[in-house]
């Protein structure tokens, strides 16, 4: 197996050093290291992060692949720094045996950009009714832990509570779309005063943060693990620090749009800003911050949603929920400032929230771990200083829907390293 | 002069007033023997209606061909996302027959905003969704001022379903510029939250239509579909009618002065009882004629017309 020298990185922001990785770990670091015989990197200077690990993301294959493909979704992860992502169960068929999570394993296996982690259907087919075989998918290949009908509530309480129970036998834990359905029927956006003035059915904060509040007293009451997937509002901030006060085994994530736009978007009816959870106020936005960089919100994850064309140039009402997001994650959350201190990226934190804590959620063993001696060499080079303007045209992922075109963001990924082996160089994918 | 007639708030007073004086001066054609101008002679006027609305769509025909305008109906309605052609393929294709203007009703709100991102030529907004229907409430302005002899000043209560309704939302934006003072009045349910500050500043909200008549020189009544009983809006039509309708007593609450309308179709002896509706007050057979005025003041403008003097 090849070796590479990383010469010249700033490992989390810190002094200069080298890094050799040798059969997928870090075999060495420290300055001058011997090059003999590695295939050298000249980092330059580059931030060194352990590879992003992005708990939600929609990969769209099986049944979508004219939006996505698990090849093509794992090449846009990679570019943004990734090197796990959790596939969401909502395909076509939907991932709710252990055959379709099996499937999606072994295609992002073939693929080989990103390791990528399927997550399993709570019910049969989405449908909010009885239990899908949430053992068999644990048992699978595929090794299921994360289990979500996300795009849909699991909203009957009885069955929350059951499945929150039954998954404590693998160590299993249920992401929950909170989304009270009764509340947001035929909704299209943030309920509030942007949408009484553009007409549009409102999704108001309560639908959100009712179910969240209910989950965390199911999940106390039963002893289980709940994941609150996209957390986009003030409300739900503070109904997940009184829980986990209470030593509630509650996490959150939070998206990198929410922490950067807001509902005024709507007033285009473009629905490239059409997502769900909808685009919050200002107000929200700024609590979601902060919320991030106390630890109240555990993680950023993508919420990477793609969709083909037909389905965002349209009415906004007839129009998907959701963006693209892998490419430009770390490039929005700097831009956003909530992982700063005093002015300048804590990489430390941002390594936390979006490498470490995804990966301890998930129990993805070889991802979340800094690059020291030893440890899994899935790692990612970062260009603090460098500036890019989104160019839709430009992503890997198969769908265009991004909501930042044509915004300047900081920061740009140079290189990935997946168990060792470039899956990114100068910026560009090597496969 | 705006290009695009979308929302209420495209139009400053300025605006407003140039689009109500032209309309009086069309409204003088309508006295001539012969009602045609030349003025968009050659020019093509597409309807595109993805709902049904006779009245609308009549009354948009009926000031295009005034206007000497060659007038396209498309009617697109039953067409969807899912089966038929989308909005966007239909835009390329008004874009391509080389349309002037577009009048278009949509059941979507923000439809017309999409399609004029598309195309090269002035889209009018004739109702979309639950958000706008900006014509209406230049009619209603037009019918006003023509009632009253002024907007600026005038209290307007708007009554009933403002959350659904796309006339309010325009009136409001409109009166508002007008310097007119606006009161919304419905059972809470049917009020959409933040609305007294999302449209304008000084929109005040009632509950209660007794205490807000004394005072109101215009009453509008909106339409209230008996099916949002169902979704629990409020109780019955019963029930509604009791807090909510306009009879002949609370039409005496009135001032001498003051005028009810309606911007149609009614439900009688639910927001409207007969006797009101029918009473001298209502000016509701006035608004359709005054909508032809108006209609053919925007196309006239937003197809380069100068001003009032033009017309004649
Ligand atoms: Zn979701």
């Known amino acids: 197996m090849s070796s590479y020298l990383i010469r010249g990185v700033r490992v989390l922001g810190r002094e200069w050093t080298d890094l050799l990785l040798r059969d997928g770990v870090v075999a060495e670091t420290g300055p001058g290291l011997d090059p003999s015989g590695a295939q050298v990197i000249e980092a330059d200077g580059l931030v060194a992060l352990p590879g992003l690990v992005d708990l939600h993301t929609h990969l769209r294959e099986p049944g979508r692949e004219d939006a996505e493909t698990v090849e093509t979704g794992s090449r846009a992860a990679a570019l943004g720094g990734y090197t796990a992502v959790c596939a969401m169960a909502n395909t076509s068929p939907v991932a709710d045996t252990a055959g379709v999570v099996e499937q999606v394993w072994r295609l992002g296996r073939e693929a080989g950009l990103v390791d990528v982690q399927p997550i399993g259907a709570v019910t049969v087919g989405l449908a909010g009714e009885r239990l899908a075989e949430l053992g068999a998918m644990a048992a699978s290949a595929a090794a299921v832990r994360i289990f979500s009908d996300d795009g849909f509530c699991v909203a009957d309480p009885r069955l929350m509570r059951r499945a929150l129970e039954y998954v404590k036998a693998f160590d299993g834990i249920i992401a929950q779309h909170a989304e009270e359905p009764r509340l947001t029927e035929g909704a299209q956006m943030h309920e509030g005063e942007v949408s009484t003035r553009l007409g549009l059915t409102g999704w108001p904060a309560v639908a959100e943060e009712a179910i969240i509040a209910r989950d965390v007293l199911l999940a106390e009451h039963v002893g289980s693990r709940v994941h609150v997937c996209h957390l986009s509002t003030a409300g739900s901030v503070d109904i997940v620090r009184q829980a986990k006060a209470r030593g509630v085994r509650v996490t959150a994530e939070v998206t990198p749009h929410h922490l950067l736009l807001t509902d005024e978007l709507a007033a285009s009816y473009d629905p490239v800003f059409k997502v769900n959870p909808p685009l919050r106020t200002a107000a929200d936005v700024t609590a979601l911050r902060a919320a991030l960089a106390e630890g109240v919100i555990d993680i950023v994850a993508t919420d990477h949603a793609p969709h083909a064309v037909e389905d965002k140039e349209c009415e906004w009402a007839y129009a998907r929920p959701g963006m693209v997001g892998l490419e430009t994650a770390l490039s929005v959350v700097l831009s956003t400032g909530a992982l700063h201190r005093d002015g300048e990226p804590d990489w430390d934190l941002i390594a936390e929230r979006m490498s470490r804590a995804p990966a301890r959620i998930a129990g993805l063993a070889a991802h979340g771990h800094d690059p020291a001696p030893g440890a899994p060499a899935n790692l990612t080079l970062v260009d603090p200083a460098a500036r890019r303007v989104v160019d839709p045209g430009e992503l890997a992922s198969r769908s265009r829907n991004t909501p930042y075109a044509g915004t300047e963001l900081p920061g740009r990924i140079v290189a990935t390293f997946l168990h060792g082996r470039p899956t990114v160089l100068d910026g560009k994918a090597v496969k | ?312």
């Open chain 2, 1 to 312: 002069m705006i290009k695009h007639l979308l929302s209420g708030a495209d139009l400053d007073a300025e605006t407003a007033t140039l689009i109500l004086d032209t309309a009086a001066e069309m409204a003088t054609l309508a006295g001539r023997e012969v009602k045609k101008l030349p003025t968009l002679r050659g020019r093509t006027v597409v309807n595109l209606f993805y709902e049904d609305s006779t009245r609308t769509r009549i009354s948009f025909e009926a000031a295009a061909k005034r206007l000497s305008a060659d007038v396209i109906n498309f009617s697109a309605k039953g067409s969807s996302v899912s089966k038929g052609e989308s909005l966007k393929d239909t835009a390329l294709t008004l874009q391509a027959m080389g349309a002037d203007a577009v009048v278009i009703r949509h059941p979507a709100s923000g439809a017309p905003h999409r399609l004029a991102n598309w195309i090269d030529g002035s889209v009018v907004n004739a109702g979309d969704g639950t958000h706008e229907h900006p014509t209406q409430a230049l009619l209603d302005a037009y019918t006003m001022r023509s009632r009253l002899g002024r907007l600026a000043g005038l209290h307007v209560a708007v009554v009933g379903d403002v959350l659904h309704s796309r006339v309010a939302r325009s009136n409001v934006l409109l009166l508002s510029t007008l310097g007119a003072k606006v009161t919304l009045v419905g059972p809470p349910t049917l009020i959409p939250v933040d609305i007294a500050t999302a449209l304008a500043p000084g929109v005040q909200v009632s509950y209660d239509l007794d205490a807000v008549l004394p005072t109101a020189d215009v009453v509008m009544m909106l339409r209230v579909q008996r099916e949002r009983m169902a979704d629990s809006y409020f109780p019955s039509a019963r029930e509604y009618a009791r807090r909510y309708g306009l009879d002949a007593p609370r039409m005496r609450r009135l001032a001498e002065h003051a005028i009810v309308m309606h911007p149609g179709p009614m439900n009688r002896g639910m927001e409207i009882a007969a006797e009101v509706a029918d009473s001298p007050r209502s000016t509701i057979v006035e608004q359709v004629a005054n909508g032809v005025s108006v209609r053919m003041a925007v196309l006239y403008l937003l197809l380069g017309g100068r001003g009032a003097g033009a017309a004649q």
